[in-house]
């Protein structure tokens, strides 16, 4: 089975604080994406990945920034957190135009 | 523009009462429509995948199918562990991997 693995849970941090939000597949896809979850919003894509040291633009970008230096790593980054970002966020890793396959969720809380 | 509309937002149902869940998508050149169910506080789970209209895929009580605008969600006999939240996601032929989420239907069944 695939297995996307997200760092954490459940995170409190302040606003201004640099978070870090890592994922980790396990069956060598080479696309990676992140995605927010908001009531009433829905899943909206932040960022994704094709390859390595690739990254493209999703629809809402702002704020955030990734890194994937290994085609099994995909980190999501919040330069400088503010009360607005806090969300679920949800890391999925596919096989080219395939299915998404999701880790289990990390809860944000920025205060 | 892409995108998907999900109808209806909530839907109650009593155990063993049939129903079915709606996903109006507008996507240019659909290469296929995928079913996640979502559980509170966890990522979602694949369910199907439909790749052209008039073709059908079951699970259990599920039963998903697709015309060139809807797709829809049949549950028959629900059970109280079909609670969940329901996500479709269209995918276009110009997306790359990416899937656009509609906001889901959130599904009760009550014993």
């Known amino acids: 089975d695939v297995k996307v693995t997200q760092s954490s849970r459940y995170l409190v941090k302040r606003t201004g604080e640099k978070v870090f939000l890592e994922c980790v597949q396990d069956?060598?896809?080479?696309?990676m994406f992140w995605y927010r979850q908001d009531p009433g919003l829905g899943l909206r894509l932040i960022y994704f990945?094709?390859?390595?040291?690739?990254?493209e633009k999703g629809d809402i970008p702002e704020g955030y920034s990734v890194s994937r230096e290994k085609k099994e790593r995909f980190s999501l980054i919040l330069e400088s957190a503010s009360t607005n970002q806090t969300s679920m966020y949800l890391c999925?890793?596919?096989f080219g135009a395939g299915e998404l396959f999701f880790g289990e969720g990390s809860r944000l809380t920025v205060l | 523009e892409d995108q998907v509309t999900q109808s209806p937002e909530a839907l109650r149902l009593q155990e063993g009462e049939s129903s079915s869940l709606n996903c109006s998508y507008t996507v240019s050149g659909l290469r296929g429509l995928f079913w996640y169910r979502q559980d509170p506080g966890k990522g979602p789970e694949f369910l199907f995948t439909?790749?052209?209209a008039g073709e059908e895929k079951e699970k259990e009580r599920l039963k998903a199918t697709l015309t060139k605008k809807e797709s829809f969600l049949h549950i028959t006999a629900p059970k109280p562990e079909d609670s969940a939240t329901y996500l479709c996601?269209?995918?276009?032929?110009?997306?790359?991997?990416?899937?656009?989420f509609g906001q889901g239907t959130e599904l009760s069944v009550k014993p």
């Open positions: 990945s094709y390859d390595v040291k690739m990254k």
């Open positions: 996601a269209p995918q276009g032929y110009n997306q790359g991997g990416k899937l656009i």
């Open positions: 069956m060598d896809h080479e696309n």
């Open positions: 999925a890793s596919s």
């Open positions: 439909l790749y052209s």
